[in-house]
């Protein structure tokens, strides 16, 4: 079974969030990330996610199985989308299941945080004035 997926269209959490549910988990923590119309004072028109599929899925799916065994939680799950996505639209979902809080706080915090960091996926930002630009160029995103 696939906990990590990308996915190039809008998405519905609640069956990913379905499939969580667990008769041993007292706790669900979920985060999710949209696009937003600015970015450091300029106003963001459109978004691009580009990624490199196959080396997303194989360390998207390393990010959740870390967490899996790093704290007790049940279950983890994560979809990233990639291609174009409408301002206002989905970019990102985590969830987990745990028998407390806690630990399906602090799962779900480092899955969105280590997916940022380490799954192969870039934003490329286009801009109201014309200008476009890929978001951490320095981390290997595609060139313009």
């Known amino acids: 079974m696939r906990r990590f997926d990308l996915s190039d ?13 667990d008769a041993r988990a007292g ?5 999710e990330g949209w696009v937003r119309d ?10 691009h996610y580009d990624a490199y599929p196959a080396l997303a899925a194989r360390e998207g799916e390393a990010v959740i ?27 990102v979902w985590v969830g987990v299941s745990a028998a407390h809080r806690g630990a399906a706080f602090e799962a779900c915090r480092y899955i969105i945080d280590e997916v940022k960091a380490r799954v ?20 290997g995103a595609p060139r313009d």
């Open 9 to 21: 269209r809008p998405f519905d959490v609640a069956p990913l969030r379905e499939a969580l549910l």
């Open 27 to 31: 706790a669900y923590a979920g985060f």
């Open 38 to 47: 600015h970015h450091e004072g300029r106003a963001v028109v459109a978004l």
């Open 65 to 91: 199985h870390e967490a899996l065994a790093k704290f007790e939680v049940l279950d983890a799950r994560c979809v990233h989308r990639h291609g174009a996505v409408a301002i206002g639209e989905l970019a």
């Open 120 to 139: 192969p996926i870039w934003k490329r930002e286009s801009y109201a004035d014309g200008d476009a630009g890929w978001k951490h160029p320095d981390e």
